[in-house]
């Protein structure tokens, strides 16, 4: 018999105020039982130990030895057996509280089988958990699944009882010593749990093959002191741990299905279930946009309801789609919880990958790697990442933390994030399924990059739709493409190239920042670029720009240092679209040591169309800064609401003229055409005749107030009049 020395947390005993507890009392039960079971005091089990086992007077108890294939139960009393504590339950002989634990029992494959178990066995491992051999009259109490009967012993005697117990890889022989290759034990471990949970004690588990698994899978540990360690070279597979389900072909969807409608129509009844989820694919080459052949169109759905061959979804279509252009696919994947670990990698491409999954949950883990990506979240629905904390070195290649790839309803809630390139990208795949990633949200997260990469820290390809962030952190830039991007209450630090924002691959729709803090120490104008950059001196903008755009930057705080008179806050260049280009850049508070424009415009080719520019309501941006510069005049005139500015000037309406010009004003910030301007102030006669407030110069740049009598009369007296002015272009409601 194998036994193993118990790790005993109340050695010696102590009461609350530190004093030893003579002759306290040890019991030691079956898991989930008042069951005494055996002990020993010697390791060879030659020797029975008196169950209680007693303490001395100093508080000790001597060496007690327990049999490995029993999961105990365990209480301390006092002499009087008044409880002390927390009972422990389970507890598995050799660990140390949450430490290594004992080989497995027995595991039976069905039912029957675990009925035909000798009860002598103790435990035997069914249905990813464990049953224990338990002494008792069950007599009316079995049921199959937590009180299972004998077929050898009566149901007067014992039954076998589904303990609270988990399984863990060294009930499979798993070391976790760093140097045994535990790679057969973790997928041993993960067939018998079937789909519960699998308890990775502290640890370092080394593999020397991927851990892949088309089974369901859970698995929990210790924090950082699990290890799951995968460096070196790996056999088996491009990722540590790939989770991977299947997308299976199944009828095609009838006629037109239409943005917007919650229901889809196939051309007969589907392979579906209420709850099950399928896709959508148009495998045409740009069938989403035309900057990528794998930017195809598709989506995600859920099953509400089936009628016939009408399938109700729990949310509307986001696209059109016509039932002989596309592919529909039923996704079946296994069930993924991860939590609690670290997973370390070097050469292996990627360390964690879901793929085609379900409602992924991966909490708490801990991931090193110095290649491609260090956690890949591949054509799935509704994955959750909770606190990760990532970091890839990367191998010079694309080095990614967390990667989102053709996936739909996407949270990642805190954590930090750090990868050579991006450290969050969305994009995807070529292949399957292959559809444009929707509605990811990310909340509350801190995210670094190596700035020498020349890549932003944030970044979403061209083949994304309504995703957002908010509430944090991103030292290192945003890039944005694909369409209806936004980020909130958001900390942003430039890119190596000064931009705090670029974009690429713009299909159209709605970009920007609300209640962001920006801030640049290097001056974007350098390479020819701006702190929110929309296609300076690239393509961000081309004929595959099919849909109308608002680029905005809404109340938010910019900081620049290191900048020029020629620096610009938004640069843009439409390199062939003809779709209109809007503008929004309202309530900005500047801290600049120097800039010269806000917005710059240039048609290089397509067509120059607008509905609005908007440049309103800053604050703290240098005397002098241009709001709008029109490159060729093409954006020149569409509609625009910029600036409104004011001033007021005395001036003396003087006997024998009827005239009197005030003083030449140059604007805080200069306008792209000239503004309308008003002059008001108090009128009377002065003298003979009214003195009117009036404006006798106005530019592009410059106002200067002045007095003129109404009839060109002159004065017949000498009067003091204030003159109120104000300019604006106010051509947007």
């Given at each position: 018999?194998?036994?193993?020395?118990?790790?005993?947390?109340?050695?010696?005993?102590?009461?609350?105020?530190?004093?030893?507890?003579?002759?306290?009392?040890?019991?030691?039960?079956?898991?989930?039982?008042?069951?005494?079971?055996?002990?020993?005091?010697?390791?060879?089990?030659?020797?029975?130990?008196?169950?209680?086992?007693?303490?001395?007077l100093a508080g000790k108890y001597p060496d007690i030895y327990l049999d490995e294939s029993v999961v105990y139960r365990i209480i301390q009393t006092d002499k009087n057996d008044a409880q002390i504590g927390d009972e422990v339950d389970p507890y598995i002989p050799g660990q140390a509280m949450k430490g290594e634990p004992g080989p497995a029992g027995n595991v039976a494959a069905n039912l029957t089988q675990l009925k035909t178990q000798n009860p002598t066995d103790v435990a035997v491992i069914y249905d990813g958990a464990i049953y224990v051999w338990t002494l008792g009259n069950f007599t009316g109490r079995a049921n199959d699944v937590t009180i299972v009967q004998s077929a050898s012993t009566p149901i007067t005697t014992g039954a076998w009882v589904r303990s609270k117990s988990f399984i863990t890889p060294q009930m499979f022989g798993a070391k976790g010593d760093g140097v045994t290759d535990d790679w057969a034990a973790f997928t041993a471990a993960r067939t018998a749990a079937?789909?519960?949970?699998?308890?990775?004690?502290?640890?370092?588990?080394?593999?020397?093959?991927?851990?892949?698994?088309?089974?369901d899978l859970y698995m929990e540990g210790d924090g950082e002191d699990t290890v799951l360690d995968f460096s070196g070279t790996i056999t088996g597979g491009n990722y540590a741990v790939d989770a991977v389900g299947t997308a299976t072909l199944i009828q095609t969807l009838s006629g037109t299905q239409n943005e917007g409608s919650m229901t889809v129509v196939f051309t007969s009844a589907p392979s579906l279930s209420v709850g099950d989820v399928f896709v959508i694919h148009n495998p045409t080459s740009f069938s989403w946009s035309g900057f990528r052949t794998d930017y195809q169109a598709g989506e995600w759905c859920e099953v509400e309801s089936i009628v016939g061959s009408t399938v109700t979804l729990k949310s509307p279509l986001y696209d059109t789609y016509v039932g002989t252009s596309v592919n529909v696919y039923k996704i079946s994947g296994p069930k993924v919880c991860l939590k609690n670990f670290k997973i370390k990698g070097t050469t292996v491409l990627g360390t964690l990958r879901t793929l085609y999954c379900i409602n992924p949950i991966v909490e708490h883990l801990v991931i090193e790697n110095e290649n491609d990506v260090a956690h890949y979240i591949d054509r799935c629905f509704k994955p959750i990442v909770i606190n990760p904390n990532y970091k890839n070195l990367g191998d010079g290649g694309d080095d990614y933390g967390l990667a989102i790839g053709n996936s739909q309803h996407v949270r990642?809630?805190?954590?930090?994030?750090?990868?050579?390139?991006?450290?969050?990208?969305?994009?995807?795949?070529?292949?399957?399924?292959?559809?444009?990633?929707?509605?990811?949200?990310?909340?509350?997260?801190?995210?670094?990059?190596?700035?020498?990469?020349?890549?932003?820290?944030?970044?979403?390809?061209?083949?994304?739709?309504?995703?957002?962030?908010?509430?944090?952190?991103?030292?290192?830039?945003?890039?944005?493409?694909?369409?209806d991007i936004t980020v909130f209450n958001s900390r942003i630090t430039s890119d190596n190239g000064g931009r705090c924002v670029y974009h690429s691959e713009v299909k159209g729709g709605k970009f920007g920042l609300k209640?962001?803090?920006?801030?640049?120490?290097?001056?974007?104008?350098?390479?020819?670029?701006?702190?929110?950059?929309?296609?300076?001196?690239?393509?961000?903008?081309?004929?595959?720009?099919?849909?109308?755009?608002?680029?905005?930057?809404?109340?938010?705080?910019?900081?620049?240092?290191?900048?020029?008179?020629?620096?610009?806050?938004?640069?843009?260049?439409?390199?062939?679209?003809?779709?209109?280009?809007?503008?929004?850049?309202?309530?900005?508070?500047?801290?600049?040591?120097?800039?010269?424009?806000?917005?710059?415009?240039?048609?290089?080719?397509?067509?120059?169309?607008?509905?609005?520019?908007?440049?309103?309501?800053?604050?703290?941006?240098?005397?002098?800064?241009?709001l709008h510069v029109a490159v060729g005049n093409a954006y020149l005139n569409f509609?625009?609401?910029?600036?409104?500015?004011?001033?007021?000037?005395?001036l003396s309406a003087a006997t024998g003229t009827n005239t009197t010009s005030g003083t030449t004003v140059t604007f805080k910030y200069l306008y792209p055409r000239i503004p309308n301007a008003v002059a008001g102030g108090s009128t009377s006669f002065n003298g003979n005749v009214v003195a009117v407030p009036s404006i006798n110069l106005l530019s592009t740049s410059q106002i200067r107030p002045a007095l003129y009598s109404v009839s060109a009369t002159n004065w017949s007296a000498t009067s003091n009049y204030t003159v109120n002015w104000s300019v604006e272009i106010s051509e947007v409601s």
């Open positions: 018999m194998a036994t193993k020395l118990y790790y005993n947390p109340f050695v010696p005993a102590f009461s609350n105020i530190g004093v030893p507890i003579a002759e306290s009392k040890l019991y030691f039960y079956y898991t989930l039982t008042n069951t005494l079971a055996p002990i020993y005091s010697d390791a060879a089990a030659s020797v029975p130990l008196t169950n209680p086992v007693v303490a001395n079937n789909g519960n949970k699998i308890y990775v004690p502290a640890g370092t588990y080394k593999f020397t093959k991927a851990f892949t698994s088309s089974e990642v809630l805190g954590g930090n994030l750090y990868s050579r390139r991006h450290a969050i990208t969305h994009g995807g795949n070529s292949g399957v399924a292959v559809v444009p990633v929707r509605d990811s949200r990310i909340i509350g997260v801190t995210m670094k990059n190596d700035t020498a990469s020349d890549a932003q820290t944030l970044d979403w390809h061209g083949n994304s739709e309504d995703c957002s962030v908010s509430e944090s952190a991103i030292y290192g830039g945003i890039n944005f493409g694909g369409k209640n962001c803090s920006l801030s640049t120490f290097i001056n974007p104008d350098l390479n020819g670029r701006s702190i929110f950059d929309v296609g300076a001196n690239n393509t961000a903008i081309t004929s595959n720009t099919v849909l109308p755009c608002t680029f905005f930057v809404h109340n938010c705080d910019v900081v620049g240092r290191n900048l020029t008179s020629s620096t610009i806050f938004c640069r843009f260049t439409n390199s062939g679209s003809t779709a209109a280009m809007n503008f929004e850049f309202d309530r900005l508070s500047g801290d600049f040591n120097s800039l010269g424009t806000i917005l710059r415009t240039q048609l290089n080719s397509g067509t120059a169309a607008s509905n609005k520019i908007v440049i309103n309501n800053l604050s703290g941006f240098p005397n002098g800064t241009a509609p625009h609401r910029l600036q409104r500015q004011s001033g007021s000037e005395t």
